[in-house]
């Protein structure tokens, strides 16, 4: 059998179709690539790469589409020989401990067909952020975690998600009073947004991811004080239809939560309620929504985003 790595081939050389085994290169495209059909799954691959912020770690094309590591390997191994997908030179993958695709040009030019544009005026993530890529992945991580949830659950789904890209590329402005009594202007730029249905309500969440160690002095004033403000500006409610929502703090350790659960408190007061903490490592599909693994502001015990 051939490995993931490795396609079969027929030497014509000699009589009959001998079979060998030539394996492709890992870090270019191969001269002569093997032929290919584009299926379902990889269209829905391209697409998610593209919805996903511009990119996916193999891991996560794992998790999203396939229950097989090497069957795994294999289309995407494919998929980048073909261009449709593109990974890092051999420099970049020894910084990473992953495989890491963007789109290529063959895919961005198979999803931009999909809304009738054309490669050349579609938008799309040529090349990662190089130093963002783990948090650019951590928030994919924490997404497909709620796809997850919601696909398992008979009650909850997922009705929308607004990456962060989307945020950068058109943000909205706030104005707020700071501590002192001085009048600030903010772009808010949440990590992600997301609707979660449930009994025919909706439940709008904002998401930020802070992979920060040391504690950060300027929480309140960059995410907690604005925050506020946007969930009950104009702008906000032009957005998304209502002046309601949840925002949602995912950190890396419990010192640090508590530190800025402590910070948001004493700054806001009670509007500390609408900020939720937990950390990374707490974080699964299993318990993402539905597990009291979230601390809210001004309240002392853990509680469950969504109770069933």
């Not at 501590?179 to 249905?197: A, H, N």
Request: glycine content about 6%.
């Amino acid at each position: 059998m051939p490995t993931p790595t490795s396609m079969v081939l027929f030497d014509h050389s000699h009589n009959g179709h001998r079979p060998i085994q030539k394996r492709l290169p890992i870090f270019q495209r191969a001269d002569h690539t093997p032929i290919m059909r584009l299926t379902e799954r990889d269209k829905h691959i391209l697409e998610a790469v593209h919805a996903y912020d511009g990119m996916l770690a193999d891991y996560q094309i794992h998790a999203l589409f396939f229950t097989g590591k090497s069957q795994m390997q294999v289309r995407t191994k494919l998929l980048y020989q073909h261009g449709y997908l593109s990974r890092p030179d051999r420099r970049k993958r020894a910084m990473l401990p992953y495989m890491l695709y963007w789109l290529g040009v063959q895919g961005a030019a198979y999803v931009a067909g999909l809304d009738g544009q054309s490669v050349n005026e579609f938008g799309y993530r040529r090349e990662p952020k190089w130093q963002q890529v783990e948090h650019d992945l951590t928030v994919n991580d924490v997404r497909i975690a709620v796809v997850h949830a919601c696909r398992t659950s008979k009650l909850l789904a997922l009705e929308e998600w607004i990456p962060q890209s989307e945020f950068w590329a058109h943000p909205d402005g706030v104005e707020y009073t700071d501590s002192t009594g001085k009048m600030l202007k903010r772009k808010v730029r949440p990590d992600g947004y997301c609707v979660i249905l449930l009994g025919g309500k909706r439940f709008r969440l904002l998401w930020e991811i802070d992979r920060r160690t040391e504690d950060n002095p300027r929480f309140v004033r960059e995410k907690v004080y604005p925050g506020i403000a946007y969930i009950r500006s104009e702008a906000y409610r032009q957005r998304f239809g209502y002046n309601a929502g949840k925002i949602l703090i995912v950190t890396t350790g419990e010192r640090r939560l508590n530190n800025m659960k402590r910070q948001a408190e004493q700054a806001v007061g009670k509007d500390a309620r609408l900020f939720y903490f937990t950390t990374l490592e707490q974080l699964t599909s299993q318990t993402v929504l539905t597990a009291p693994i979230w601390q809210r502001g001004g309240e002392p015990n853990t509680m469950p985003l969504f109770t069933l």
